[in-house]
Structures are given as C-alpha cells and as structure tokens.
C-alpha cells in the first residue's frame, strides 16, 4: 500500500524550531521528486519546498527562504523540513507529496501520491 506519513508537527513559540519527517511506505521515494505544501482553513494550500529526485535541487517560497530546509535521505526513504525562526504565520497543516519525475514542482496539481497532513502551530 503506497503510503506517505508526516510527523514531528506540534506548538512551538515564536523563534522556536520543528523537525517535519515525510516516511514513505509502498514505493521508494528515489525517483520522486517531494513537496511539502501548507494550509489552513479557509486559505488555498500553499507551496513551502520541494527537492528534486536528480540532483536535490531544491525551491522554496519565498516566505520561507533563510529559515526553512528541505533534505532527503533515501536510504531511509524520508524526507525531512528544518524550520527555523517560526512565525506565527507558519501556522498550518503541513503536507508531504510525491511526484514522479526527476524535478521537483510548486505545483500541488502535479503530485502523485499525499499524506495527511501534520499540524504546526506557532504561538506563544
């Protein structure tokens, strides 16, 4: 069963740090480029970062450019997103998904296969 799982969401204040993971079960992420997108209620979901399965390239928003990092490790077929410097616009369910190309899009209409999203709050 193809399956994506975020973890590591929570509260965090102001300034604080997250750790996201996005494990993957039922296929290898190795050719898969990975997206992690954002959203909250009421708001379209929103692109946060993507890196490629070719070269690891990688986009960010621009909202999060300098404060968040997305690396892959294949050979535990997970994804991770460092956020750093939390805002409290950061706030959202995050969600990871899998497109099966070698580059990674902003677009969430491209992607294959979505987990379920985890849920960051920023508050003091």
């Known amino acids: 069963q193809v399956q994506l799982v975020e973890s590591g969401g929570g509260l965090v204040q102001p300034g604080g740090s997250l750790r996201l993971s996005c494990a993957a079960s039922?296929?290898?992420?190795?050719?898969?480029?990975i997206g992690w997108f954002r959203q909250v209620p009421g708001k379209e979901r929103e692109g946060v970062s993507c890196i490629s399965s070719s070269d690891g390239s990688t986009i960010y928003a621009d909202s999060v450019k300098g404060r968040f990092t997305i690396s892959r490790d294949n050979a535990k077929n997970t994804v991770y997103l460092q956020m750093n410097s939390l805002k409290p616009e950061d706030t959202a369910v995050y969600y990871c998904?899998?497109?099966?190309?070698?580059?990674?899009?902003?677009?969430?209409?491209?992607?294959?296969?979505w987990g379920r999203g985890t849920q960051v709050t920023v508050s003091s």
């Open positions: 039922g296929f290898t992420l190795d050719y898969y480029g």
């Open positions: 998904a899998a497109d099966y190309d070698y580059y990674c899009s902003e677009n969430a209409a491209d992607y294959d296969y």
